[in-house]
């Protein structure tokens, strides 16, 4: 062959060969280089409207779930309340699982009243599933007098339920729960006023850390709702200062914004994903 000739080309189906060869070697290295945190952003979305399996185990099926607590529970079965709104959103992610849920709150209950009914107003109610809302009154009652209607910054008023007592009432609703073959979980206090370094709010974080320390104690589920009430007012007042019961008319007792708060903040604790449940709109 002279020096001039030229090159006999690949066949059209071996270069091809090569070619398709070429790009998967370019991708296999651009795919390794990139960050792992970027990688979702590449994949196909998957639905969010199922939840994984842990809690498909809690939510599947007919499913029975009894909320027990104090006034805040038990006007939460209102329209715009925050069990009023949890069985409307289950009802309609899961329209299929038909999940009934059955309040118990009583007004004025802290943990001794409500360990001395659980037998009846939960346990009774063979629930597969209950969740225990408490602590607001254990703490308010020692700081204000509801009957002279006066205010003791000191928090020593009998009618409180002191930190172990109310560590050790929790407990025997968790434990005879268990026992009953029914899943728990704990539902932190919320806030007492809107004042959240006041004294009140000072102390309940010991008993918003007590019940954590029950929660995981016993192997149960713990959903703090005390924090985003204080980062939602915390945010506020620091731009708009301290002039307004921004979640609570009264402080203490959710309004619609308070309560949407907390039944958002417990289906994100019972692990539904947070695009389903923002853009959900119920009917009341």
Known sequence: MSPNALSPRPKPRLRQVLIRLAIAVIAAIIAFNIPHSLIPVFKESVSEATPPPEIQNVLAGKRKIVTVGDSITEAGKYPGGYVWLLQRY?????????IEIVNAGISGNKATDMQARFQKDAIDQKPDLVMINVGVNDVWHAFFDFQNRQFYPQGKLPKGVPLAEYREKITQMVLAAKAAGIRVVLL?????????????????QQYVAAMREIALENQCLFIDLNAPFREVIGTYQ??????????????VHPNPSGYRIMAFTILRGLGVPANDIENLEVQK
């Open 238 to 251: 620091k731009h708009a200062g301290k002039t307004l019961n921004l979640l609570a008319a009264d402080g």
């Open 188 to 204: 932190s206090p919320t806030l007492i006023g809107e004042s959240i370094d006041g004294p009140e709010n000072r102390r309940l």
């Open 90 to 98: 289950l009802n309609a992610l899961y329209p299929d699982r038909q």
